[in-house]
């Protein structure tokens, strides 16, 4: 009967758990490799696990603050895009204010169908969209600023506008204007030509916001109904440029050739310039103020940017592995295992009849 070497003395078992150990450190490693993590828990960081607690959430903030900034600039190009059109056909007619008086008969109707047919283009620009959002509809995005849209000349809006125009020679040209700022500035069902949302006092309503920052926000957009910063002024306004604008297209409109040698004909129509003037002022002025805050988000988002790639340096230093490091680890480790199943095996095989002298005869 043989004994084996080790069996008494505890080598095997000391080096099956040698083994274990090495074995528990290859999966480690193992896993290291192929996550590219330390560890899969905030527990496996050890003492750097508060410091990736705290910087996880940060990270996430400034990225979300990003997203909502392009966004929000995206759909600011949208709006300015529009706005350029706006801005073209209030400067075209406003220029050919002058000569209207000049005209022939069929040169106001022709004036009249043109400024219909713009009238129509600005309540479908006002109807414009950036991923599903109506843009000029402030909070409200889901619902289109004007509800008849292309059937602008049916509203009630229209219509009414178009009755007091009609009514010139026997109301005269103060009296008509004076019914179509009225029109223009109200409110009411059935004359307001904008959704329910946007047919409120200018306090009540706001364009939307992002939020940039802890506490922070921007106003992105413009509205419909109201101005956002600039302020209309002059005799002939509703303090809204877009009503302003939406009222003359309809006053112009309106106009006929049997009118054009009435006497009140002139004075509605300078009235109408007048307010086409101050339409392009303060129409310039809210589209670069939108200009100026779309530039100033595209520099806080690379801030933010900035900041979210330091961060993300910080807890890649904590939380990342060094791979070229890991794998030559990985791969010692593997040997290192290698040679301890060999050193198991070889301990085995031990007896203390190999090392005894061989019996003489």
Known sequence: MSTTIGTGYGILPSLTSNASAVHQQLDTLTEQVSTGLVAQTYAGLGSQAGL???????????????????????????????????????????????????????????????????????????????????????????????????????????TQINAAVASLSTNGASATAAATLAIASSNASGTSPFS????????????PVVQTGEGGTVQTGLLASANSVAVSSGSSTTGSYMRDLMRALATLGSLSSSQVNDPNFAALVQDTGTSLTGVVSAMAVDVGVLGHTQSSLTSTQTQLSDMTTALTGQLSSVQDVDMASTLSQ????????????????????????NYLPAATA
């Open 52 to 158: 990736a607690l705290d910087l996880n959430p940060q990270i996430s903030a400034l990225q979300a603050y990003q997203t909502n900034i392009s966004q929000a600039t995206g759909s600011m190009q949208v709006t300015q895009t529009a706005m350029t059109q706006i801005q073209q056909i209030a400067s075209t007619f406003a220029d050919d204010i002058p000569n209207l008086n000049n005209l022939n008969p069929s040169e106001t109707d022709s004036i009249a169908a043109q400024a219909n047919q713009a009238l129509q283009q600005v309540a479908d620009l006002l109807n414009t969209q950036d991923a599903g959002n109506y843009v000029f509809a402030g909070q409200d995005t889901g619902n289109p600023p004007v509800p008849s849209g292309d059937a602008i000349l049916s509203s009630g809006f229209y």
């Open 330 to 353: 990985l791969t010692s480790v593997q040997t290192q295992l290698q040679a301890s199943y060999r050193m198991i095996t070889g301990e085995n095989s031990l007896s203390l009849l």
């Open 196 to 207: 329910t949302y946007l047919s409120q006092p200018a306090a009540s309503i706001s364009a």
